[in-house]
């Protein structure tokens, strides 16, 4: 069957099909146009309605419960794909007024496309081997193949994923530049390390000359164990606006919006629109925007919509005991550094946590007694204060932001890697808070979760906090959050002579915000917040 023709036949039904007036509602995109089930679906047009009441979409003829409607607005309708759906026409119906059609096909009833003559005579991403074929989390492993790509560019490799149970398809994890996780890559050589996450089962390379078949590897040595689950997928925006008062040709202004960090917890991060293209997809976390040439009085706007996957984690660590130094990773070099930020080197810092640690070496206990110092002994309390780690000892009180960076601070002194993590907690009625929490790293494991204000008891009042939550934050984590950075984001001016704008306490730990550049001499720029409009659990 050839795939062209019979979706170019379909789209011709599809507008033979229109039966949309002039003032009913009418369909301009949906996103995705080729999906999976279980996922939503974003239809955007007009007309619609600016709330479902009778109203109905129907997907092939279909109409999906009424449980499957995320959100409904006169411009925007997001549901979850029902089991049902397939290749189909998506008409929105609002009373006797039916929109135009727009196609959708289910990913999984695609059919494949034929080999081609020349797949197996090396024109293709292919591996050959991979050496070690096991190795613990962390662990360097090279790959050897055809067609890898002179350079990384756009490539990634992936490793099983630690999928939750009842998980029937393939789910992968991707190697992480946060955990160094790239050493070199070459058209016929990759060397990589096992990230944070994978479990036994295959690797596949992408790159830009397609994606490799499936390769087994074994992931050994795990001193513990890590579950995920259960899922809740958010949909959010946010935007900036700027507003020119004073300006002159020519004249740049470059803006840095954080994008939401992956991690083997925060998946399937799908961007559903952005009002203007980017001068740089991704620049270290951040999607980089350029507009030039502003004239006087001109108002420009950035708006970015995602949908993520958020899983809850659990660790069970078994085995305290340490790796032994020659074993250790790049992360301990990279994570163990004092910042200004973070200032592990320290002499109060250091001092505190050799007498919070006492004896203890080996590192999971170590972090563990950190943490339950911090939740007793240094005055969390919910809100938002000023001041960083020092502000933190000084005044003996701490908030989630000081917390984060107190817990890291002390964990990278005695030598256990560690980075904040920035973000919003979500309550039950879609509220956002801004928020900052931890992880630690464990060779052979991983990334271990801490929220010490909410280990604490430190939670924004409309948040459902646990019962046992000077437990759980320790090693566990919740699903009622997005992360935008973990680390630091340290970005590079674009100009030499730029005029930059930096914000503390925001939902994304990054230097740089915005820069101008030549005659924009005046301007003011307004961020939302980060506001959720939709959730649904699995």
């Keep these: 069957m050839k795939l062209l023709p019979f979706l170019c036949a379909f789209a011709l039904v599809a507008a033979a099909l229109t039966s949309c007036g002039n003032n009913g509602p009418r369909i301009e995109s949906i996103y995705p146009a080729i999906g999976r089930l279980g996922e939503p679906l974003v239809i955007r047009g007009q007309g619609f309605g600016d709330f479902r009441g009778e109203y109905f979409v129907t997907i092939a003829g279909i109409q999906p419960t009424s449980s499957a409607y995320l959100s409904w607005g006169s411009d925007e309708i997001v549901l979850r794909l029902p089991d049902f759906a397939s290749a189909g026409l998506v008409r929105v119906h609002r009373g006797r007024n039916i929109s135009n059609a727009v196609l959708f096909s289910n990913e999984d009833s695609l059919p494949a496309l034929p080999r081609r003559s020349g797949e197996d005579s090396g024109i293709n991403t292919r591996i050959t081997s991979i050496e070690p074929d096991s190795a613990p989390v962390g662990s360097l492993v090279t790959i050897r193949g055809n067609n890898f790509g002179s350079s990384r560019e756009d490539g990634v490799v992936f490793f099983s994923w630690n999928a939750p149970p009842g998980t029937f398809t393939p789910e992968f994890v991707e190697v992480s530049s946060v955990e160094l996780g790239y050493e070199f890559w070459s058209d016929r050589e990759i060397r990589v390390r096992v990230p944070s996450g994978a479990a036994s089962g295959n690797v596949k390379v992408q790159s830009l000359h397609g994606t490799s078949q499936l390769v087994p590897f074994q992931v050994t040595g795990m001193p513990g164990t890590k579950v995920f689950g259960p899922r809740r997928s958010f949909m959010f925006s946010y935007m900036v606006d700027v507003r020119v008062e004073q300006a002159t040709v020519p004249n740049a202004l470059y803006i840095w919006m954080p994008q939401p960090a992956f991690s083997a917890a925060q998946r399937n991060i799908r961007l559903t629109e952005r009002n ?263």
Aim: aromatic share 10%; glycine share 8%; with cysteine.
């Design 276 to 538: 203007i293209s980017p001068f740089v997809e991704n620049h270290r976390g951040t999607m980089l925007f350029q507009i030039r040439d502003i004239p006087r009085r001109a108002v420009r706007e950035i708006k970015l919509s995602y949908i993520v996957d958020v899983y809850a984690v659990e660790t069970n660590i078994t085995n305290l005991n340490p790796v032994p130094a020659a074993q250790r990773s790049p992360v301990h070099n990279a994570y163990t550094q004092a910042s200004a930020l973070i200032p592990s080197d320290n002499e109060e810092v250091r001092s505190l946590a050799a007498q919070i640690i006492g004896p203890e070496r080996r590192p999971y206990a170590m972090a563990r007694r950190i943490y339950d110092w911090l939740i007793t002994s240094a005055g969390i309390q919910a809100g938002s204060l000023t001041g960083g780690v020092f502000e933190a000892l000084s005044e003996n009180t701490a908030d989630s932001y000081r917390a984060a960076l107190l817990f890291c601070a002390l964990a990278r002194a005695v030598g256990i890697p560690a980075i904040p993590v920035s973000g919003i907690l979500i309550n039950s009625q879609l509220g956002t808070t801004r928020h900052y929490w931890a992880e630690f790293w464990l060779d052979g494991f991983g990334w271990v979760p801490v929220d010490p204000a909410l280990g604490a008891g430190a939670a924004p009042h409309d948040f459902d906090l646990r019962d046992d939550y000077a437990q759980f934050y320790f090693g566990n984590m919740d699903n009622q959050r997005i992360a935008f950075s973990r680390g630091e984001h340290n970005l590079s001016q674009m100009t030499p002579n730029g005029r930059i704008v930096q914000r503390v306490r925001e939902h994304s730990l990054q230097n740089l915000w915005e820069e101008a550049s030549g005659g924009l001499e005046s301007y003011t720029s307004l961020w939302s917040d980060v506001m959720v409009t939709g959730t649904f659990t699995h």
